[in-house]
Protein backbone atom coordinates (compact mmCIF):
# COMPACT_ATOMS: atom_id res chain seq x y z
CA UNK A 1 0.00 0.00 0.00
CA UNK A 2 1.42 3.63 -1.08
CA UNK A 3 3.00 5.22 2.12
CA UNK A 4 0.72 8.54 2.16
CA UNK A 5 -2.33 6.01 2.68
CA UNK A 6 -0.54 3.82 5.20
CA UNK A 7 0.45 7.09 6.94
CA UNK A 8 -2.35 9.45 6.86
CA UNK A 9 -5.29 6.29 6.74
CA UNK A 10 -8.38 8.39 7.92
CA UNK A 11 -8.21 11.09 5.99
CA UNK A 12 -8.02 8.42 2.57
CA UNK A 13 -11.06 7.10 3.89
CA UNK A 14 -12.97 9.96 4.20
CA UNK A 15 -11.48 11.03 0.64
CA UNK A 16 -12.81 7.57 -0.57
CA UNK A 17 -16.04 8.10 0.61
CA UNK A 18 -16.16 12.06 -1.05
CA UNK A 19 -15.03 10.28 -4.54
CA UNK A 20 -17.99 7.56 -4.44
CA UNK A 21 -20.25 10.84 -3.67
CA UNK A 22 -19.01 13.13 -6.53
CA UNK A 23 -18.83 9.76 -9.02
CA UNK A 24 -22.17 8.84 -8.37
CA UNK A 25 -23.80 11.96 -8.81
CA UNK A 26 -21.34 12.99 -12.27
CA UNK A 27 -21.58 9.79 -13.46
CA UNK A 28 -24.92 9.32 -16.35
CA UNK A 29 -28.20 7.29 -15.67
CA UNK A 30 -27.59 5.64 -18.91
CA UNK A 31 -24.32 4.58 -17.69
CA UNK A 32 -25.82 2.37 -14.48
CA UNK A 33 -23.13 -0.74 -14.96
CA UNK A 34 -20.08 1.78 -15.07
CA UNK A 35 -21.80 3.66 -11.86
CA UNK A 36 -21.86 0.17 -10.05
CA UNK A 37 -18.47 -0.79 -10.84
CA UNK A 38 -16.89 2.17 -9.63
CA UNK A 39 -18.89 2.02 -6.18
CA UNK A 40 -17.62 -1.63 -5.98
CA UNK A 41 -13.88 -0.49 -6.92
CA UNK A 42 -14.18 2.43 -4.47
CA UNK A 43 -15.76 0.11 -1.37
CA UNK A 44 -13.28 -2.74 -1.86
CA UNK A 45 -10.25 0.64 -1.55
CA UNK A 46 -11.80 1.79 1.03
CA UNK A 47 -12.20 -1.46 3.16
CA UNK A 48 -8.47 -2.38 2.65
CA UNK A 49 -7.46 0.78 3.83
CA UNK A 50 -10.10 0.74 6.67
CA UNK A 51 -8.53 -2.93 7.76
CA UNK A 52 -5.23 -2.37 6.99
CA UNK A 53 -4.88 0.30 9.83
CA UNK A 54 -6.62 -2.29 12.30
CA UNK A 55 -9.77 -0.46 12.33
CA UNK A 56 -12.14 -3.99 11.55
CA UNK A 57 -15.41 -3.28 11.60
CA UNK A 58 -16.39 -6.48 13.30
CA UNK A 59 -14.35 -5.19 16.46
CA UNK A 60 -14.66 -2.25 18.57
CA UNK A 61 -12.94 0.97 16.98
CA UNK A 62 -9.09 0.99 18.25
CA UNK A 63 -7.01 3.99 19.65
CA UNK A 64 -8.79 3.87 23.22
CA UNK A 65 -6.40 6.27 24.68
CA UNK A 66 -6.91 9.02 22.14
CA UNK A 67 -10.70 9.85 22.06
CA UNK A 68 -10.20 11.71 18.69
CA UNK A 69 -8.37 8.82 16.96
CA UNK A 70 -11.13 6.83 18.72
CA UNK A 71 -14.17 8.63 17.75
CA UNK A 72 -13.28 8.94 14.37
CA UNK A 73 -12.00 5.47 13.74
CA UNK A 74 -15.61 4.53 15.21
CA UNK A 75 -17.08 6.71 13.24
CA UNK A 76 -15.05 5.26 9.52
CA UNK A 77 -16.17 1.59 10.90
CA UNK A 78 -19.79 2.66 11.46
CA UNK A 79 -19.79 4.32 8.02
CA UNK A 80 -18.23 1.14 6.46
CA UNK A 81 -21.35 -0.58 7.87
CA UNK A 82 -23.57 1.53 6.17
CA UNK A 83 -21.22 1.78 2.93
CA UNK A 84 -21.35 -2.16 2.86
CA UNK A 85 -25.14 -1.90 3.15
CA UNK A 86 -26.06 0.67 0.12
CA UNK A 87 -23.49 -1.16 -2.25
CA UNK A 88 -25.24 -4.21 -1.66
CA UNK A 89 -28.66 -2.79 -2.36
CA UNK A 90 -27.57 -1.27 -5.23
CA UNK A 91 -26.07 -4.55 -6.81
CA UNK A 92 -28.93 -6.77 -5.82
CA UNK A 93 -31.11 -4.04 -7.06
CA UNK A 94 -28.87 -3.34 -10.63
CA UNK A 95 -29.59 -7.64 -10.67
CA UNK A 96 -33.82 -7.49 -9.91
CA UNK A 97 -34.01 -4.55 -12.58
CA UNK A 98 -32.71 -7.37 -15.59
CA UNK A 99 -35.64 -9.50 -13.97
CA UNK A 100 -38.17 -7.88 -12.99
CA UNK A 101 -37.47 -4.55 -14.78
CA UNK A 102 -39.16 -1.54 -13.06
CA UNK A 103 -42.48 -2.72 -11.52
CA UNK A 104 -39.91 -4.66 -8.54
CA UNK A 105 -38.12 -1.16 -7.11
CA UNK A 106 -41.48 -1.37 -4.91
CA UNK A 107 -39.52 -4.38 -3.33
CA UNK A 108 -36.23 -3.40 -4.00
CA UNK A 109 -36.98 -0.60 -1.51
CA UNK A 110 -37.85 -3.01 0.83
CA UNK A 111 -35.36 -5.38 0.37
CA UNK A 112 -32.74 -2.24 1.21
CA UNK A 113 -34.48 -1.11 3.83
CA UNK A 114 -34.12 -4.55 5.54
CA UNK A 115 -30.08 -4.63 5.14
CA UNK A 116 -29.76 -1.06 6.68
CA UNK A 117 -31.54 -2.31 9.41
CA UNK A 118 -29.04 -5.00 9.73
CA UNK A 119 -26.54 -3.02 8.86
CA UNK A 120 -27.08 -0.57 11.30
CA UNK A 121 -27.52 -3.49 14.02
CA UNK A 122 -25.08 -5.12 13.42
CA UNK A 123 -22.71 -1.98 13.73
CA UNK A 124 -23.83 -1.26 17.57
CA UNK A 125 -23.26 -4.89 18.01
CA UNK A 126 -19.49 -5.25 16.68
CA UNK A 127 -18.35 -1.08 16.65
CA UNK A 128 -19.99 0.23 19.89
CA UNK A 129 -20.42 -2.91 21.71
CA UNK A 130 -23.85 -2.65 22.76
CA UNK A 131 -26.16 -5.34 23.93
CA UNK A 132 -28.28 -6.23 21.26
CA UNK A 133 -30.82 -8.14 22.69
CA UNK A 134 -31.84 -5.26 24.81
CA UNK A 135 -32.04 -2.73 21.58
CA UNK A 136 -34.38 -5.00 19.68
CA UNK A 137 -36.51 -5.28 22.30
CA UNK A 138 -36.78 -1.63 22.76
CA UNK A 139 -37.12 -1.06 18.95
CA UNK A 140 -40.07 -3.86 19.06
CA UNK A 141 -41.75 -2.07 21.67
CA UNK A 142 -41.20 1.11 19.20
CA UNK A 143 -41.91 -0.68 16.69
CA UNK A 144 -45.52 -1.41 18.12
CA UNK A 145 -46.61 2.10 19.03
CA UNK A 146 -45.44 3.54 15.45
CA UNK A 147 -46.86 0.78 13.94
CA UNK A 148 -50.69 1.57 15.45
CA UNK A 149 -49.84 5.33 14.96
CA UNK A 150 -49.37 4.94 11.35
CA UNK A 151 -51.80 2.34 10.71
CA UNK A 152 -53.18 3.61 7.56
CA UNK A 153 -49.83 4.27 6.33
CA UNK A 154 -48.48 0.52 6.87
CA UNK A 155 -51.61 -0.65 5.23
CA UNK A 156 -50.85 1.37 2.46
CA UNK A 157 -47.12 -0.02 2.10
CA UNK A 158 -47.74 -3.64 2.76
CA UNK A 159 -50.90 -3.33 -0.50
CA UNK A 160 -48.46 -1.90 -2.53
CA UNK A 161 -46.08 -5.22 -1.74
CA UNK A 162 -49.34 -7.37 -2.64
CA UNK A 163 -49.71 -5.05 -6.40
CA UNK A 164 -46.43 -6.04 -7.00
CA UNK A 165 -46.37 -9.10 -6.61
CA UNK A 166 -49.22 -9.65 -8.15
CA UNK A 167 -48.96 -7.69 -11.09
CA UNK A 168 -52.61 -6.39 -12.00
CA UNK A 169 -50.81 -3.83 -13.62
CA UNK A 170 -47.74 -2.11 -14.18
CA UNK A 171 -45.58 1.12 -15.27
CA UNK A 172 -47.68 2.38 -18.47
CA UNK A 173 -51.03 0.24 -18.52
CA UNK A 174 -53.81 2.01 -18.94
CA UNK A 175 -56.43 1.04 -16.26
CA UNK A 176 -59.65 1.93 -14.37
CA UNK A 177 -59.77 1.78 -10.71
CA UNK A 178 -63.31 2.17 -9.22
CA UNK A 179 -64.34 4.22 -12.09
CA UNK A 180 -60.96 6.57 -12.16
CA UNK A 181 -58.99 5.52 -15.79
CA UNK A 182 -55.78 6.61 -16.65
CA UNK A 183 -52.20 5.25 -17.47
CA UNK A 184 -49.85 3.94 -14.59
CA UNK A 185 -46.95 6.67 -13.78
CA UNK A 186 -45.64 5.44 -10.74
CA UNK A 187 -46.33 2.99 -8.41
CA UNK A 188 -44.57 3.85 -5.14
CA UNK A 189 -44.57 2.65 -0.90
CA UNK A 190 -47.76 4.66 -0.71
CA UNK A 191 -49.88 5.00 -3.68
CA UNK A 192 -50.31 4.36 -7.64
CA UNK A 193 -50.55 7.33 -9.82
CA UNK A 194 -52.75 7.90 -13.11
CA UNK A 195 -52.28 10.21 -15.98
CA UNK A 196 -56.09 10.79 -16.85
CA UNK A 197 -56.99 11.42 -20.33
CA UNK A 198 -57.52 14.76 -19.90
CA UNK A 199 -54.17 15.11 -18.83
CA UNK A 200 -54.62 15.33 -14.95
CA UNK A 201 -52.64 13.16 -12.08
CA UNK A 202 -55.43 10.82 -10.16
CA UNK A 203 -53.19 9.52 -6.87
CA UNK A 204 -55.00 6.20 -5.43
CA UNK A 205 -53.58 5.00 -2.67
CA UNK A 206 -52.40 1.10 -2.60
CA UNK A 207 -54.83 0.12 0.30
CA UNK A 208 -57.59 1.10 -1.93
CA UNK A 209 -56.50 -0.12 -5.12
CA UNK A 210 -56.08 -3.53 -3.70
CA UNK A 211 -59.47 -3.39 -2.40
CA UNK A 212 -60.86 -1.76 -5.77
CA UNK A 213 -62.49 -2.97 -9.08
CA UNK A 214 -59.36 -3.21 -11.54
CA UNK A 215 -59.98 -3.00 -15.23
CA UNK A 216 -56.92 -3.63 -16.70
CA UNK A 217 -57.18 -1.96 -20.65
CA UNK A 218 -53.59 -2.88 -21.88
CA UNK A 219 -54.02 -7.00 -21.22
CA UNK A 220 -53.72 -8.20 -23.67
CA UNK A 221 -51.32 -5.65 -25.12
CA UNK A 222 -52.44 -6.20 -28.89
CA UNK A 223 -56.21 -5.40 -28.15
CA UNK A 224 -58.09 -2.69 -26.41
CA UNK A 225 -62.11 -3.08 -26.27
CA UNK A 226 -64.28 -0.02 -27.08
CA UNK A 227 -68.17 0.37 -27.12
CA UNK A 228 -70.46 2.84 -28.92
CA UNK A 229 -74.24 3.13 -27.43
CA UNK A 230 -77.29 4.72 -29.78
CA UNK A 231 -80.67 4.71 -28.81
CA UNK A 232 -83.32 4.82 -32.32
CA UNK A 233 -86.95 5.71 -33.13
CA UNK A 234 -89.31 2.90 -31.09
CA UNK A 235 -91.07 2.16 -34.64
CA UNK A 236 -87.71 0.77 -36.51
CA UNK A 237 -87.61 -2.29 -36.92
CA UNK A 238 -84.87 -4.39 -34.87
CA UNK A 239 -83.71 -6.62 -37.78
CA UNK A 240 -82.85 -3.69 -39.93
CA UNK A 241 -81.23 -1.55 -37.11
CA UNK A 242 -78.71 -4.55 -36.47
CA UNK A 243 -78.01 -4.99 -40.20
CA UNK A 244 -77.47 -1.33 -40.61
CA UNK A 245 -75.19 -1.50 -37.84
CA UNK A 246 -73.10 -4.49 -38.76
CA UNK A 247 -72.72 -2.45 -41.95
CA UNK A 248 -71.45 0.18 -40.42
CA UNK A 249 -68.99 -1.85 -37.93
CA UNK A 250 -67.51 -3.84 -41.47
CA UNK A 251 -66.87 -0.16 -42.91
CA UNK A 252 -64.50 0.65 -39.78
CA UNK A 253 -61.33 -0.60 -40.62
CA UNK A 254 -59.51 0.21 -37.29
CA UNK A 255 -61.79 -2.57 -35.75
CA UNK A 256 -60.08 -5.86 -35.36
CA UNK A 257 -61.90 -9.03 -37.20
CA UNK A 258 -60.92 -10.88 -34.57
CA UNK A 259 -62.01 -10.97 -31.77
CA UNK A 260 -65.17 -9.83 -33.99
CA UNK A 261 -67.23 -6.86 -33.53
CA UNK A 262 -70.56 -7.40 -32.32
CA UNK A 263 -74.55 -5.13 -32.02
CA UNK A 264 -76.32 -5.84 -29.03
CA UNK A 265 -79.67 -4.99 -28.15
CA UNK A 266 -79.23 -3.04 -24.74
CA UNK A 267 -82.28 -1.69 -23.29
CA UNK A 268 -86.15 -0.52 -24.48
CA UNK A 269 -88.15 2.46 -23.05
CA UNK A 270 -91.01 3.99 -24.03
CA UNK A 271 -89.11 6.93 -25.75
CA UNK A 272 -86.52 5.04 -27.35
CA UNK A 273 -84.48 1.67 -28.12
CA UNK A 274 -80.86 1.44 -27.11
CA UNK A 275 -78.02 -0.49 -28.82
CA UNK A 276 -74.72 -1.38 -28.55
CA UNK A 277 -71.52 -1.95 -31.10
CA UNK A 278 -68.58 -3.37 -29.54
CA UNK A 279 -65.33 -4.51 -30.96
CA UNK A 280 -61.62 -4.32 -30.59
CA UNK A 281 -59.08 -1.72 -32.19
CA UNK A 282 -54.65 -2.97 -31.72
CA UNK A 283 -53.59 0.65 -29.78
CA UNK A 284 -55.16 2.68 -27.39
CA UNK A 285 -54.80 5.88 -28.46
CA UNK A 286 -56.92 4.40 -31.69
CA UNK A 287 -59.77 4.36 -29.36
CA UNK A 288 -61.32 7.75 -29.40
CA UNK A 289 -60.75 8.29 -33.02
CA UNK A 290 -62.52 4.61 -33.72
CA UNK A 291 -65.51 5.73 -31.94
CA UNK A 292 -66.23 8.89 -33.67
CA UNK A 293 -65.53 6.91 -37.17
CA UNK A 294 -67.79 4.17 -35.73
CA UNK A 295 -70.53 6.72 -34.71
CA UNK A 296 -70.03 8.42 -38.03
CA UNK A 297 -71.01 5.24 -39.80
CA UNK A 298 -74.05 4.21 -37.72
CA UNK A 299 -75.45 7.47 -38.06
CA UNK A 300 -74.78 7.16 -42.19
CA UNK A 301 -76.29 3.36 -42.37
CA UNK A 302 -79.03 4.36 -39.89
CA UNK A 303 -79.94 7.21 -42.24
CA UNK A 304 -79.47 5.03 -45.46
CA UNK A 305 -81.86 2.22 -43.84
CA UNK A 306 -84.66 5.18 -42.74
CA UNK A 307 -84.07 4.52 -38.96
CA UNK A 308 -83.50 7.56 -37.20
CA UNK A 309 -81.57 8.47 -34.17
CA UNK A 310 -83.39 10.34 -31.04
CA UNK A 311 -80.58 12.73 -31.02
CA UNK A 312 -81.75 13.37 -34.79
CA UNK A 313 -84.45 15.79 -35.84
CA UNK A 314 -86.87 12.68 -37.32
CA UNK A 315 -88.96 13.79 -39.90
CA UNK A 316 -86.33 16.09 -41.39
CA UNK A 317 -86.92 14.67 -44.89
CA UNK A 318 -90.45 14.03 -45.93
CA UNK A 319 -91.65 10.60 -46.15
CA UNK A 320 -93.14 10.92 -49.43
CA UNK A 321 -89.87 11.28 -51.41
CA UNK A 322 -88.22 8.95 -53.66
CA UNK A 323 -85.17 7.03 -52.40
CA UNK A 324 -82.51 8.91 -54.53
CA UNK A 325 -84.21 12.43 -53.53
CA UNK A 326 -83.30 11.19 -49.78
CA UNK A 327 -79.96 10.41 -50.78
CA UNK A 328 -79.22 14.03 -52.52
CA UNK A 329 -80.41 15.05 -49.28
CA UNK A 330 -77.76 13.24 -47.56
CA UNK A 331 -74.73 13.72 -50.14
CA UNK A 332 -72.24 16.42 -49.04
CA UNK A 333 -71.39 17.50 -52.72
CA UNK A 334 -74.93 17.79 -54.23
CA UNK A 335 -76.50 18.78 -51.29
CA UNK A 336 -76.17 22.31 -52.40
CA UNK A 337 -79.07 21.53 -55.21
CA UNK A 338 -82.07 23.84 -55.27
CA UNK A 339 -85.04 22.25 -54.17
CA UNK A 340 -86.21 22.02 -57.61
CA UNK A 341 -83.12 21.32 -59.14
CA UNK A 342 -82.73 17.81 -56.41
CA UNK A 343 -86.50 16.94 -58.03
CA UNK A 344 -85.03 17.25 -61.59
CA UNK A 345 -81.85 15.25 -60.65
CA UNK A 346 -83.08 12.27 -58.54
CA UNK A 347 -85.57 11.39 -62.02
CA UNK A 348 -82.13 10.41 -63.88
CA UNK A 349 -80.65 8.53 -61.12
CA UNK A 350 -81.07 4.45 -61.59
CA UNK A 351 -80.64 2.22 -58.30
CA UNK A 352 -77.91 -0.45 -59.38
CA UNK A 353 -77.65 -3.09 -56.22
CA UNK A 354 -73.91 -5.51 -55.87
CA UNK A 355 -73.64 -8.56 -53.99
CA UNK A 356 -70.90 -9.15 -51.68
CA UNK A 357 -67.66 -9.08 -53.72
CA UNK A 358 -68.79 -8.10 -57.06
CA UNK A 359 -67.00 -5.70 -59.04
CA UNK A 360 -68.39 -2.14 -59.11
CA UNK A 361 -65.27 -0.35 -61.07
CA UNK A 362 -62.32 -1.66 -61.57
CA UNK A 363 -58.56 -0.04 -61.74
CA UNK A 364 -57.94 1.48 -64.81
CA UNK A 365 -61.51 1.71 -66.35
CA UNK A 366 -62.46 5.23 -67.53
CA UNK A 367 -65.73 5.28 -66.22
CA UNK A 368 -68.42 7.47 -67.90
CA UNK A 369 -70.97 7.80 -65.03
CA UNK A 370 -71.09 8.55 -61.07
CA UNK A 371 -71.90 6.44 -58.44
CA UNK A 372 -74.04 7.15 -55.08
CA UNK A 373 -73.66 4.65 -52.61
CA UNK A 374 -76.82 4.23 -50.90
CA UNK A 375 -76.29 1.72 -48.68
CA UNK A 376 -73.49 -1.11 -48.26
CA UNK A 377 -69.67 -1.08 -47.74
CA UNK A 378 -67.94 -0.27 -50.72
CA UNK A 379 -63.79 -1.58 -50.11
CA UNK A 380 -61.33 0.51 -52.37
CA UNK A 381 -58.20 -1.91 -53.35
CA UNK A 382 -54.85 -0.12 -54.41
CA UNK A 383 -51.78 -2.17 -56.21
CA UNK A 384 -48.52 -2.24 -54.66
CA UNK A 385 -45.43 -4.52 -55.72
CA UNK A 386 -47.98 -6.08 -57.84
CA UNK A 387 -50.31 -6.94 -54.76
CA UNK A 388 -53.50 -5.60 -54.01
CA UNK A 389 -54.41 -4.34 -50.27
CA UNK A 390 -57.17 -2.90 -48.49
CA UNK A 391 -56.65 0.93 -48.78
CA UNK A 392 -60.51 2.28 -47.25
CA UNK A 393 -63.91 1.41 -46.95
CA UNK A 394 -66.81 3.82 -47.63
CA UNK A 395 -70.24 3.98 -47.12
CA UNK A 396 -73.68 5.89 -47.69
CA UNK A 397 -73.45 9.31 -49.57
CA UNK A 398 -69.78 8.93 -50.76
CA UNK A 399 -69.52 8.85 -54.85
CA UNK A 400 -67.43 6.75 -57.42
CA UNK A 401 -65.82 7.37 -60.47
CA UNK A 402 -65.63 10.78 -60.31
CA UNK A 403 -61.86 10.89 -62.35
CA UNK A 404 -63.76 10.06 -65.76
CA UNK A 405 -66.51 12.46 -65.46
CA UNK A 406 -64.11 15.42 -64.68
CA UNK A 407 -61.42 14.23 -66.35
CA UNK A 408 -61.43 11.52 -68.49
CA UNK A 409 -59.05 9.65 -66.91
CA UNK A 410 -58.75 5.89 -65.64
CA UNK A 411 -59.70 5.00 -61.75
CA UNK A 412 -56.95 4.43 -59.36
CA UNK A 413 -58.54 1.94 -57.30
CA UNK A 414 -60.88 -1.49 -57.26
CA UNK A 415 -64.33 -0.72 -56.27
CA UNK A 416 -65.77 -3.44 -54.89
CA UNK A 417 -68.59 -3.94 -52.87
CA UNK A 418 -67.64 -5.67 -48.90
CA UNK A 419 -71.25 -6.39 -48.25
CA UNK A 420 -74.53 -5.88 -50.56
CA UNK A 421 -74.65 -2.43 -51.50
CA UNK A 422 -76.80 -0.23 -53.48
CA UNK A 423 -75.81 2.45 -55.54
CA UNK A 424 -77.25 5.07 -57.79
CA UNK A 425 -76.06 5.77 -61.24
CA UNK A 426 -76.06 9.48 -62.73
CA UNK A 427 -74.90 9.12 -66.69
CA UNK A 428 -72.65 11.34 -67.82
CA UNK A 429 -74.52 13.63 -69.86
CA UNK A 430 -76.87 14.33 -67.60
CA UNK A 431 -74.14 15.43 -65.18
CA UNK A 432 -71.57 16.86 -67.16
CA UNK A 433 -74.48 20.10 -68.00
CA UNK A 434 -74.90 20.12 -64.16
CA UNK A 435 -71.08 20.19 -63.39
CA UNK A 436 -70.73 23.47 -66.31
CA UNK A 437 -73.62 25.39 -64.44
CA UNK A 438 -72.66 24.66 -60.57
CA UNK A 439 -69.33 25.57 -60.38
CA UNK A 440 -69.42 24.59 -56.54
CA UNK A 441 -70.80 21.04 -57.32
CA UNK A 442 -67.25 20.91 -59.75
CA UNK A 443 -65.16 22.39 -57.35
CA UNK A 444 -66.19 19.65 -55.29
CA UNK A 445 -65.87 17.21 -56.87
CA UNK A 446 -61.94 18.38 -57.96
CA UNK A 447 -61.25 18.55 -54.76
CA UNK A 448 -62.45 15.10 -53.58
CA UNK A 449 -60.46 13.86 -56.46
CA UNK A 450 -57.10 15.59 -55.95
CA UNK A 451 -57.53 14.11 -52.32
CA UNK A 452 -58.28 10.82 -53.44
CA UNK A 453 -54.93 11.09 -55.65
CA UNK A 454 -52.80 12.00 -53.02
CA UNK A 455 -53.58 9.39 -50.86
CA UNK A 456 -53.55 6.81 -53.17
CA UNK A 457 -50.14 8.33 -54.18
CA UNK A 458 -48.83 8.05 -50.79
CA UNK A 459 -50.08 4.50 -50.07
CA UNK A 460 -48.59 2.93 -53.08
CA UNK A 461 -44.90 5.13 -53.12
CA UNK A 462 -41.88 3.34 -51.57
CA UNK A 463 -40.56 5.50 -48.10
CA UNK A 464 -37.48 7.20 -49.72
CA UNK A 465 -34.36 5.75 -48.81
CA UNK A 466 -32.29 7.82 -46.08
CA UNK A 467 -28.71 7.88 -47.79
CA UNK A 468 -26.20 6.18 -45.41
CA UNK A 469 -23.39 8.63 -43.86
CA UNK A 470 -20.08 7.84 -44.66
CA UNK A 471 -17.17 8.74 -43.28
CA UNK A 472 -14.59 8.57 -40.25
CA UNK A 473 -16.95 10.25 -37.48
CA UNK A 474 -19.69 7.72 -38.74
CA UNK A 475 -17.58 5.10 -38.38
CA UNK A 476 -16.20 5.67 -34.91
CA UNK A 477 -19.99 5.77 -34.09
CA UNK A 478 -20.60 2.43 -35.51
CA UNK A 479 -17.91 1.15 -32.86
CA UNK A 480 -19.57 2.69 -29.95
CA UNK A 481 -16.22 4.88 -29.77
Known amino acids: MPSFIADHPMLCAVALILIDIAVWRLISANLANWKLAARLVIFAVFSAVLFNDGMNPMQAAPYADDTTLHLAATALQIGWWLFAARTLTVLLGALMMQRVGHTGRLL ?207 GSTPPAVSGARALLERSSIFSTLRQEEKDTFSQNMTLHTYRAGEMILAAGEVSDHLFIIESGVVSVLLIKDGHKFEAGRMGPGEVIGESGILSDQAALADFSAKTYCTLYRIENEYLKPCLDARHDIGEAMKALLDFRRHAAQALTEDAPVVPVKKGFIQWLRNRGL
Not at 160 to 171: D, M, R, S
Request: with cysteine.
Open 108 to 314: QDLMGAVIFLIAIIAAMAYVLDLPVKGVLATSGAVAIIVGLALQSTLSDVFSGIVLNTTKPYQIDDWISIDGTEGRVTDIDWRATRLQTSQGSLAVIPNSLAAKAKIINFSRPADMFGLAVSLQVSPHARPQTVIEALERAMQGCRPLLAQPAPSVAFKASTGSGVEYEISGFVPAMGLKRETRNQLYDLAYRHLQAAGVGLLSATE
